[in-house]
């Protein structure tokens, strides 16, 4: 499993190149399979470029929306409507307009709690994967986007928070969160995120350095254990890079 072990680093010039880096990938995986594709998206200021360009003109044309379900892999527990809510903003940037509502998963913040929010989307997950239990020779999901948060979080699996040793359960509840917003969450779990073909992290400007040298350096956060048992990609761009890389790759 050699695929699985190291993250593969791929550096571009700036945010824009890694927008356009990360839909490039988005769509090799979308060509590479002619059934039904499963894309798990993820929140925070990380990917909204690129949910900007996958409703450009120059994508929309180009994704087979009958065939690709948009899932997600945290949420904050607000209503769908608050600008907080992940899903809300992957809606707003590029699913309303394009994909079948169908298609489109979020994960319900109407439940009495994260925990039953949590065991809801587990249930809707199963349901779309025809198993409780992951099969490692068949992928939830053909992509993951991931983002590391500045305490090294990924998804909403905080540093020291038990729900990051969860290896049952896909999705749980995070009653607090351990920066900002301080709304519980709801998140996907390590093993449910690995279930992917590519696991695909962005992390783009100068804010990410000091946490991307951290993970760099191996230290074990949430953003270092989170692999695919596929394919895992750091895309990252120069501003994050420590000073020491910086120019060099
Ligand atoms: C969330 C996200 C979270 C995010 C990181 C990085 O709900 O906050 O899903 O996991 O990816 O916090 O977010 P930033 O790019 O905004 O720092």
């Given at each position: 499993m050699a695929a699985a072990d190291q993250p593969k680093l791929i550096v571009v010039a700036d945010a824009e190149a890694l927008a356009q880096a990360a839909a490039e990938r988005v769509m090799a995986r979308i060509a590479a399979n002619p059934g039904r594709i499963a894309i798990g998206l993820t929140g925070g200021s990380g990917p909204k470029k690129l949910y900007q360009l996958l409703g450009s003109d120059a994508y929309r044309g180009k994704i087979p929306w009958d065939r690709v379900h948009w899932f997600i892999g945290d949420e904050r527990?607000?209503?769908?409507?608050?600008?907080?809510?992940n899903m809300a903003v992957a809606r707003a940037a590029f699913l309303d307009r394009s994909a079948p509502s169908g298609h489109i998963h979020p994960i319900p913040t109407t439940a009495e709690n994260p925990d039953a929010s949590a065991a809801a989307y587990a249930r809707e997950l199963q349901a779309f994967y025809g198993a409780e239990s992951l099969d490692p020779a068949r992928p939830l999901f053909d992509l993951v986007l991931m983002g590391a948060g500045p305490d090294g979080h990924t998804a909403s699996l905080f540093?020291?928070?038990?729900?990051?040793?969860?290896?049952?359960?896909w999705v749980v509840g995070v009653p607090k969160a351990n920066v900002a917003p301080f709304v519980p969450r709801v998140s996907l779990t390590l093993p449910a995120l690995a279930s992917c073909r590519e696991m695909l992290f962005e992390i783009a400007g100068h804010d990410k350095q000091p946490i991307l040298t951290r993970l760099l350096n191996g230290e074990t956060l949430p953003a270092v254990r989170a692999r695919s048992n596929g394919e895992t990609v750091w895309l990252v761009d120069q501003a994050a890079l420590p000073e020491g890389i910086r120019g060099g790759r």
């Open positions: 527990f607000v209503p769908e409507n608050d600008p907080l809510n540093p020291g928070y038990p729900e990051i040793e969860e290896t049952g359960r």
